[in-house]
Protein backbone atom coordinates (compact mmCIF):
# COMPACT_ATOMS: atom_id res chain seq x y z
CA UNK A 1 0.00 0.00 0.00
CA UNK A 2 2.93 2.10 0.97
CA UNK A 3 4.57 1.95 -3.21
CA UNK A 4 0.64 3.02 -3.93
CA UNK A 5 0.16 5.66 -1.94
CA UNK A 6 3.62 7.01 -3.10
CA UNK A 7 2.68 6.30 -7.24
CA UNK A 8 -0.55 8.57 -6.40
CA UNK A 9 1.19 11.18 -4.92
CA UNK A 10 3.56 11.37 -7.64
CA UNK A 11 1.03 11.42 -10.00
CA UNK A 12 -1.31 13.74 -8.41
CA UNK A 13 -1.55 17.25 -10.50
CA UNK A 14 -2.50 19.60 -7.48
CA UNK A 15 0.54 17.79 -4.88
CA UNK A 16 1.87 21.18 -5.61
CA UNK A 17 -1.07 23.19 -3.69
CA UNK A 18 -0.20 21.31 -0.55
CA UNK A 19 2.67 23.87 -0.23
CA UNK A 20 0.07 26.91 0.60
CA UNK A 21 -0.75 25.25 3.98
CA UNK A 22 0.81 25.29 7.41
CA UNK A 23 1.63 21.94 8.59
CA UNK A 24 1.83 19.98 5.59
CA UNK A 25 5.32 19.81 6.50
CA UNK A 26 4.70 18.00 9.61
CA UNK A 27 4.43 14.30 10.48
CA UNK A 28 1.37 14.99 11.50
CA UNK A 29 -2.24 13.22 8.95
CA UNK A 30 -4.62 15.39 9.47
CA UNK A 31 -7.76 13.96 8.58
CA UNK A 32 -10.74 16.23 9.73
CA UNK A 33 -10.85 18.59 6.94
CA UNK A 34 -14.08 17.93 6.40
CA UNK A 35 -14.94 19.74 9.95
CA UNK A 36 -11.89 22.75 10.05
CA UNK A 37 -9.68 23.20 6.88
CA UNK A 38 -6.45 23.92 7.51
CA UNK A 39 -4.91 27.32 7.21
CA UNK A 40 -2.94 29.05 4.58
CA UNK A 41 0.42 30.41 4.95
CA UNK A 42 -1.11 33.51 2.74
CA UNK A 43 -3.42 34.06 5.50
CA UNK A 44 -1.24 34.65 8.10
CA UNK A 45 0.22 37.19 6.10
CA UNK A 46 -2.80 38.50 5.02
CA UNK A 47 -4.30 39.30 8.36
CA UNK A 48 -0.94 40.30 9.72
CA UNK A 49 -1.37 43.19 6.76
CA UNK A 50 -4.91 43.78 8.03
CA UNK A 51 -4.20 44.62 11.25
CA UNK A 52 -1.36 46.42 10.35
CA UNK A 53 -2.06 48.59 7.21
CA UNK A 54 -5.90 48.82 7.37
CA UNK A 55 -7.42 48.45 11.44
CA UNK A 56 -4.34 49.41 12.16
CA UNK A 57 -3.29 52.08 9.21
CA UNK A 58 -6.75 52.90 7.55
CA UNK A 59 -8.88 52.82 11.24
CA UNK A 60 -12.75 53.18 11.05
CA UNK A 61 -12.21 54.72 7.19
CA UNK A 62 -11.69 51.03 5.98
CA UNK A 63 -15.11 50.50 5.86
CA UNK A 64 -15.60 52.81 3.01
CA UNK A 65 -12.40 51.72 1.71
CA UNK A 66 -13.11 48.09 1.30
CA UNK A 67 -14.80 46.41 4.16
CA UNK A 68 -18.45 46.78 3.29
CA UNK A 69 -18.18 45.64 -0.26
CA UNK A 70 -16.30 42.35 0.98
CA UNK A 71 -19.92 40.07 1.54
CA UNK A 72 -20.92 40.93 -2.00
CA UNK A 73 -17.78 41.20 -3.36
CA UNK A 74 -15.97 38.09 -1.81
CA UNK A 75 -19.63 36.12 -2.47
CA UNK A 76 -19.55 36.79 -5.95
CA UNK A 77 -16.17 35.23 -6.17
CA UNK A 78 -17.78 32.46 -4.27
CA UNK A 79 -20.33 31.97 -6.71
CA UNK A 80 -17.76 31.85 -9.54
CA UNK A 81 -15.40 30.08 -8.31
CA UNK A 82 -17.40 27.24 -6.31
CA UNK A 83 -21.33 27.36 -6.62
CA UNK A 84 -21.69 27.52 -10.00
CA UNK A 85 -23.68 31.02 -9.38
CA UNK A 86 -24.01 34.16 -11.55
CA UNK A 87 -22.71 37.58 -10.07
CA UNK A 88 -25.34 39.22 -7.62
CA UNK A 89 -26.64 36.38 -5.62
CA UNK A 90 -24.19 35.18 -3.18
CA UNK A 91 -23.23 36.92 0.03
CA UNK A 92 -21.53 36.54 3.02
CA UNK A 93 -22.94 36.71 6.11
CA UNK A 94 -23.55 35.56 9.78
CA UNK A 95 -23.39 31.77 10.86
CA UNK A 96 -24.65 28.49 8.75
CA UNK A 97 -27.50 28.45 11.57
CA UNK A 98 -28.63 31.98 11.22
CA UNK A 99 -28.03 32.03 7.21
CA UNK A 100 -30.19 28.84 6.90
CA UNK A 101 -32.99 30.24 9.73
CA UNK A 102 -33.24 33.56 7.43
CA UNK A 103 -33.55 31.12 3.96
CA UNK A 104 -36.13 29.05 5.14
CA UNK A 105 -38.16 31.82 5.93
CA UNK A 106 -37.75 33.72 3.19
CA UNK A 107 -38.74 30.48 1.06
CA UNK A 108 -41.95 30.36 3.29
CA UNK A 109 -42.45 33.74 2.24
CA UNK A 110 -41.74 33.34 -1.74
CA UNK A 111 -43.96 30.18 -1.48
CA UNK A 112 -47.17 32.20 0.32
CA UNK A 113 -49.69 29.65 0.13
CA UNK A 114 -51.90 28.93 2.62
CA UNK A 115 -52.55 25.47 1.37
CA UNK A 116 -48.71 24.45 1.75
CA UNK A 117 -48.41 24.06 5.22
CA UNK A 118 -45.48 21.08 5.23
CA UNK A 119 -41.52 21.33 5.74
CA UNK A 120 -39.98 18.64 4.04
CA UNK A 121 -36.26 17.01 5.67
CA UNK A 122 -34.49 14.07 6.28
CA UNK A 123 -34.07 12.44 9.28
CA UNK A 124 -30.15 12.01 9.01
CA UNK A 125 -29.99 15.71 8.19
CA UNK A 126 -27.43 17.62 9.84
CA UNK A 127 -28.90 18.14 13.59
CA UNK A 128 -28.91 22.37 13.13
CA UNK A 129 -30.61 21.74 9.94
CA UNK A 130 -33.50 19.56 11.78
CA UNK A 131 -33.44 21.44 15.03
CA UNK A 132 -34.58 24.83 12.83
CA UNK A 133 -36.95 23.31 11.22
CA UNK A 134 -38.80 21.65 13.93
CA UNK A 135 -38.56 25.34 15.79
CA UNK A 136 -40.25 27.13 12.26
CA UNK A 137 -42.69 24.15 12.24
CA UNK A 138 -43.89 25.33 16.55
CA UNK A 139 -43.35 28.94 15.24
CA UNK A 140 -45.63 28.97 12.21
CA UNK A 141 -47.98 26.17 13.22
CA UNK A 142 -46.53 23.81 10.53
CA UNK A 143 -46.66 19.93 9.82
CA UNK A 144 -42.84 18.53 9.00
CA UNK A 145 -42.90 15.44 7.07
CA UNK A 146 -39.64 13.47 7.22
CA UNK A 147 -37.99 11.59 5.11
CA UNK A 148 -36.51 7.90 6.30
CA UNK A 149 -32.89 8.40 5.10
CA UNK A 150 -30.83 5.16 5.26
CA UNK A 151 -27.48 6.45 7.26
CA UNK A 152 -24.91 5.01 5.00
CA UNK A 153 -26.87 5.29 1.30
CA UNK A 154 -28.97 9.12 2.03
CA UNK A 155 -31.85 10.69 0.74
CA UNK A 156 -32.55 9.86 -3.24
CA UNK A 157 -35.03 11.80 -5.91
CA UNK A 158 -37.52 9.19 -6.14
CA UNK A 159 -37.91 9.38 -1.57
CA UNK A 160 -38.36 13.16 -2.64
CA UNK A 161 -40.46 12.53 -5.21
CA UNK A 162 -42.80 9.94 -2.85
CA UNK A 163 -42.45 12.69 -0.20
CA UNK A 164 -43.39 15.83 -1.85
CA UNK A 165 -47.00 17.05 -3.13
CA UNK A 166 -49.73 19.58 -3.22
CA UNK A 167 -49.40 20.81 0.33
CA UNK A 168 -45.58 21.07 0.55
CA UNK A 169 -44.15 24.68 1.03
CA UNK A 170 -40.53 24.13 1.41
CA UNK A 171 -37.56 21.01 1.21
CA UNK A 172 -34.30 21.71 3.23
CA UNK A 173 -31.78 18.74 2.34
CA UNK A 174 -28.11 18.58 2.31
CA UNK A 175 -25.51 18.17 -0.83
CA UNK A 176 -23.66 15.33 1.64
CA UNK A 177 -24.53 13.94 4.42
CA UNK A 178 -22.88 14.95 7.28
CA UNK A 179 -22.19 11.24 8.56
CA UNK A 180 -22.11 9.09 5.88
CA UNK A 181 -20.47 11.67 3.15
CA UNK A 182 -23.07 11.23 1.00
CA UNK A 183 -23.62 12.85 -2.21
CA UNK A 184 -27.46 13.97 -3.12
CA UNK A 185 -28.22 13.99 -6.12
CA UNK A 186 -29.13 17.97 -6.61
CA UNK A 187 -30.16 18.60 -10.02
CA UNK A 188 -33.09 15.37 -9.55
CA UNK A 189 -34.13 16.19 -6.32
CA UNK A 190 -34.19 20.18 -7.49
CA UNK A 191 -36.36 19.19 -10.23
CA UNK A 192 -38.44 17.01 -8.18
CA UNK A 193 -39.45 19.38 -5.07
CA UNK A 194 -40.27 22.00 -8.05
CA UNK A 195 -41.88 19.60 -10.15
CA UNK A 196 -44.64 19.59 -6.75
CA UNK A 197 -44.55 23.40 -7.12
CA UNK A 198 -42.72 23.80 -3.60
CA UNK A 199 -39.22 25.61 -3.28
CA UNK A 200 -35.98 24.02 -1.80
CA UNK A 201 -32.99 25.03 0.42
CA UNK A 202 -30.00 23.25 -0.08
CA UNK A 203 -27.56 23.30 3.09
CA UNK A 204 -23.31 22.88 0.80
CA UNK A 205 -21.71 22.80 4.34
CA UNK A 206 -19.81 19.76 3.28
CA UNK A 207 -19.89 20.38 -0.73
CA UNK A 208 -18.41 24.14 -0.99
CA UNK A 209 -15.25 23.28 -2.46
CA UNK A 210 -15.24 19.61 -2.98
CA UNK A 211 -17.68 18.99 -5.42
CA UNK A 212 -18.44 20.77 -8.52
CA UNK A 213 -21.99 22.35 -8.63
CA UNK A 214 -24.10 24.65 -10.75
CA UNK A 215 -26.63 26.04 -8.75
CA UNK A 216 -28.00 27.97 -11.68
CA UNK A 217 -27.86 25.39 -13.74
CA UNK A 218 -29.77 23.52 -11.53
CA UNK A 219 -32.26 26.05 -10.41
CA UNK A 220 -31.79 25.95 -7.12
CA UNK A 221 -34.04 28.47 -4.77
CA UNK A 222 -31.97 29.31 -1.74
CA UNK A 223 -28.74 27.50 -0.57
CA UNK A 224 -26.64 28.03 2.41
CA UNK A 225 -23.20 26.47 3.48
CA UNK A 226 -20.39 27.48 5.75
CA UNK A 227 -16.75 28.26 5.41
CA UNK A 228 -14.07 26.83 7.54
CA UNK A 229 -14.26 23.36 5.73
CA UNK A 230 -12.80 23.49 2.15
CA UNK A 231 -12.55 27.26 2.15
CA UNK A 232 -10.49 27.50 4.95
CA UNK A 233 -11.71 30.48 6.56
CA UNK A 234 -11.13 29.46 9.68
CA UNK A 235 -12.98 29.16 13.10
CA UNK A 236 -16.60 30.26 13.40
CA UNK A 237 -15.47 32.69 9.64
CA UNK A 238 -18.92 33.39 8.45
CA UNK A 239 -21.41 31.60 6.31
CA UNK A 240 -22.74 32.15 2.64
CA UNK A 241 -26.57 32.56 1.25
CA UNK A 242 -27.27 32.08 -2.17
CA UNK A 243 -30.38 33.26 -3.60
CA UNK A 244 -32.12 32.71 -6.99
CA UNK A 245 -31.92 35.90 -8.86
CA UNK A 246 -35.79 35.19 -9.64
CA UNK A 247 -36.34 35.25 -5.85
CA UNK A 248 -34.60 38.22 -5.01
CA UNK A 249 -37.14 41.07 -6.16
CA UNK A 250 -39.52 40.05 -3.36
CA UNK A 251 -36.91 38.60 -0.96
CA UNK A 252 -38.19 39.07 2.69
CA UNK A 253 -35.86 37.45 5.15
CA UNK A 254 -36.76 37.88 8.72
CA UNK A 255 -34.11 39.18 10.27
CA UNK A 256 -33.49 43.11 9.90
CA UNK A 257 -30.42 44.91 10.66
CA UNK A 258 -29.10 48.01 9.90
CA UNK A 259 -26.29 46.21 7.46
CA UNK A 260 -29.38 44.88 5.21
CA UNK A 261 -31.11 48.57 4.99
CA UNK A 262 -30.99 50.46 1.68
CA UNK A 263 -28.20 52.80 3.50
CA UNK A 264 -26.63 51.76 6.28
CA UNK A 265 -25.46 54.60 7.75
CA UNK A 266 -28.41 56.97 7.50
CA UNK A 267 -29.71 55.77 10.92
CA UNK A 268 -33.23 56.91 9.30
CA UNK A 269 -36.42 55.65 11.19
CA UNK A 270 -38.43 52.55 9.36
CA UNK A 271 -36.65 49.40 7.74
CA UNK A 272 -36.29 49.15 3.63
CA UNK A 273 -34.36 46.77 2.47
CA UNK A 274 -31.22 47.34 0.01
CA UNK A 275 -31.91 45.94 -3.34
CA UNK A 276 -30.31 42.69 -3.94
CA UNK A 277 -28.77 40.21 -2.09
CA UNK A 278 -27.04 43.02 -0.52
CA UNK A 279 -30.73 43.09 1.57
CA UNK A 280 -30.11 39.68 2.96
CA UNK A 281 -27.22 41.25 5.20
CA UNK A 282 -28.55 42.00 9.04
CA UNK A 283 -25.55 43.02 11.17
CA UNK A 284 -21.73 43.74 11.36
CA UNK A 285 -19.61 41.76 8.69
CA UNK A 286 -17.28 39.07 10.19
CA UNK A 287 -13.72 40.71 7.59
CA UNK A 288 -11.15 38.45 9.33
CA UNK A 289 -13.45 34.99 7.74
CA UNK A 290 -13.39 36.75 4.82
CA UNK A 291 -9.80 37.98 4.90
CA UNK A 292 -8.85 34.14 5.92
CA UNK A 293 -11.48 32.43 2.97
CA UNK A 294 -10.05 34.24 0.13
CA UNK A 295 -7.09 32.85 -0.41
CA UNK A 296 -8.40 29.85 -1.10
CA UNK A 297 -10.93 31.06 -3.28
CA UNK A 298 -7.86 32.03 -5.22
CA UNK A 299 -6.40 28.94 -5.15
CA UNK A 300 -9.88 27.49 -6.39
CA UNK A 301 -10.25 29.28 -9.51
CA UNK A 302 -6.74 29.07 -10.13
CA UNK A 303 -6.23 25.01 -9.75
CA UNK A 304 -10.46 24.63 -10.74
CA UNK A 305 -13.38 22.52 -9.21
CA UNK A 306 -13.11 20.03 -11.92
CA UNK A 307 -9.18 19.29 -10.56
CA UNK A 308 -10.45 19.63 -7.01
CA UNK A 309 -13.20 17.00 -7.87
CA UNK A 310 -11.10 14.66 -9.18
CA UNK A 311 -9.06 14.47 -7.12
CA UNK A 312 -11.68 14.23 -4.32
CA UNK A 313 -12.66 10.78 -5.96
CA UNK A 314 -8.91 9.63 -6.46
CA UNK A 315 -8.45 10.03 -2.51
CA UNK A 316 -11.98 8.78 -1.21
CA UNK A 317 -11.28 5.71 -3.83
CA UNK A 318 -7.57 5.51 -2.32
CA UNK A 319 -9.44 5.26 1.15
CA UNK A 320 -11.82 2.84 0.71
CA UNK A 321 -9.22 0.70 -0.95
CA UNK A 322 -6.77 0.84 2.35
CA UNK A 323 -10.13 0.40 4.17
CA UNK A 324 -11.00 -2.72 2.42
CA UNK A 325 -7.27 -3.88 2.59
CA UNK A 326 -6.62 -2.96 6.75
CA UNK A 327 -9.94 -2.49 8.45
CA UNK A 328 -12.74 -4.70 6.68
CA UNK A 329 -10.50 -7.97 7.76
CA UNK A 330 -10.93 -6.26 11.48
CA UNK A 331 -15.04 -6.50 11.13
CA UNK A 332 -14.90 -3.28 10.26
CA UNK A 333 -17.78 -1.50 8.22
CA UNK A 334 -18.34 1.15 5.65
CA UNK A 335 -20.54 3.76 6.35
CA UNK A 336 -20.25 5.40 3.28
CA UNK A 337 -21.52 5.00 -0.43
CA UNK A 338 -19.05 3.40 -2.81
CA UNK A 339 -20.22 4.49 -5.85
CA UNK A 340 -17.63 7.55 -6.40
CA UNK A 341 -20.85 9.94 -8.04
CA UNK A 342 -22.56 9.22 -4.87
CA UNK A 343 -19.74 10.41 -2.81
CA UNK A 344 -18.79 13.51 -0.73
CA UNK A 345 -14.93 13.81 0.34
CA UNK A 346 -14.84 11.96 3.29
CA UNK A 347 -15.74 8.34 4.27
CA UNK A 348 -16.93 7.04 6.97
CA UNK A 349 -15.55 3.81 9.07
CA UNK A 350 -17.93 1.94 11.29
CA UNK A 351 -17.00 -0.41 14.06
CA UNK A 352 -18.69 -1.25 17.47
CA UNK A 353 -15.44 -0.77 19.39
CA UNK A 354 -15.29 3.36 18.34
CA UNK A 355 -15.75 5.45 21.07
CA UNK A 356 -14.61 9.32 21.42
CA UNK A 357 -11.77 8.31 23.25
CA UNK A 358 -10.62 5.83 20.54
CA UNK A 359 -10.20 8.99 18.20
CA UNK A 360 -8.83 10.90 21.50
CA UNK A 361 -6.21 7.91 21.69
CA UNK A 362 -5.38 8.73 17.39
CA UNK A 363 -5.32 12.29 18.17
CA UNK A 364 -2.54 11.72 20.78
CA UNK A 365 -0.74 10.32 17.93
CA UNK A 366 -1.02 12.99 15.47
CA UNK A 367 -3.47 11.30 13.32
CA UNK A 368 -6.79 13.40 13.24
CA UNK A 369 -9.76 12.08 12.16
CA UNK A 370 -13.15 13.15 13.83
CA UNK A 371 -16.03 11.03 16.11
CA UNK A 372 -19.42 10.56 14.84
CA UNK A 373 -21.88 9.17 17.59
CA UNK A 374 -22.77 6.00 17.50
CA UNK A 375 -19.56 4.41 16.51
CA UNK A 376 -18.18 6.17 13.12
CA UNK A 377 -14.94 7.58 12.74
CA UNK A 378 -14.90 10.08 9.83
CA UNK A 379 -12.04 10.23 7.27
CA UNK A 380 -12.42 14.01 5.63
CA UNK A 381 -9.97 14.67 2.62
CA UNK A 382 -9.67 18.50 1.63
CA UNK A 383 -8.46 17.59 -2.47
CA UNK A 384 -5.70 20.67 -2.04
CA UNK A 385 -3.70 20.23 1.28
CA UNK A 386 -4.44 16.15 1.88
CA UNK A 387 -2.04 13.15 0.19
CA UNK A 388 -2.49 10.10 -0.55
CA UNK A 389 0.17 8.80 1.76
CA UNK A 390 -1.33 11.25 4.35
CA UNK A 391 -4.56 8.70 4.03
CA UNK A 392 -2.23 5.84 4.56
CA UNK A 393 -1.05 6.96 7.75
CA UNK A 394 -4.24 7.77 8.98
CA UNK A 395 -5.70 4.66 7.68
CA UNK A 396 -2.90 2.52 9.17
CA UNK A 397 -3.37 3.81 13.01
CA UNK A 398 -6.92 3.42 13.07
CA UNK A 399 -6.14 -0.20 11.87
CA UNK A 400 -3.99 -0.43 14.97
CA UNK A 401 -6.36 0.47 17.19
CA UNK A 402 -8.65 -1.82 15.95
CA UNK A 403 -5.93 -4.94 16.23
CA UNK A 404 -5.70 -5.68 19.82
CA UNK A 405 -9.36 -5.62 19.73
CA UNK A 406 -9.63 -8.22 17.48
CA UNK A 407 -6.85 -10.61 18.64
CA UNK A 408 -8.93 -9.67 21.72
CA UNK A 409 -12.39 -11.29 20.52
CA UNK A 410 -10.51 -14.18 18.41
CA UNK A 411 -9.09 -15.41 21.65
CA UNK A 412 -12.55 -16.30 22.94
CA UNK A 413 -12.78 -12.97 24.97
Same mark, same amino acid.
Given at each position: MEQRAEELDNQDALASYRNHFIGTDTPLSYLDGNSLGRPLKRTAEDVAAFIRDEWGGRLIRGWDERWLAMPQGIGDQLGRAVLGAAPGQTI $? +??????????? *???ALAAAADPDRNELVLDTQNFPTDRYLVEGIALEEGLTLRWI????????????????????? +??????? $??????????????????????? #????????? @???? /?????? @?????? +??????YLNGGPGSPAFAYVNHRHLPSLNQPIWGWMGRKDAFEMA??? /?? +???????? !????? *?? %?????? %?????? /??????? $?? /?? !????????????? @????????? #??????????? !?? *????HSDFTKATVEALWDGDVIPDFR??? %? *?????????TSFREVLQGMEAVRDRLSPVSTRLGSGR
Open positions: $I +ADSTTVVLYKL *IRAQADQAAGVTAEQVRDAVGPRT +AVVLLSH $IAYRSGHLADLPAITAAVHDAGA #LVVWDLCHS @AGSV /EMDLDG @AGVDFA +AGCTYKAGY /EP +AAGIRGFL !SGTPA *IF %GMIAMQ %GTLDLI /EEATMAA $IR /EK !SVQLTAFAVEVFD @ALLAPLGAE #LATPRDPARRG !SH *ITVDAPH %G *IRVGLSPLS
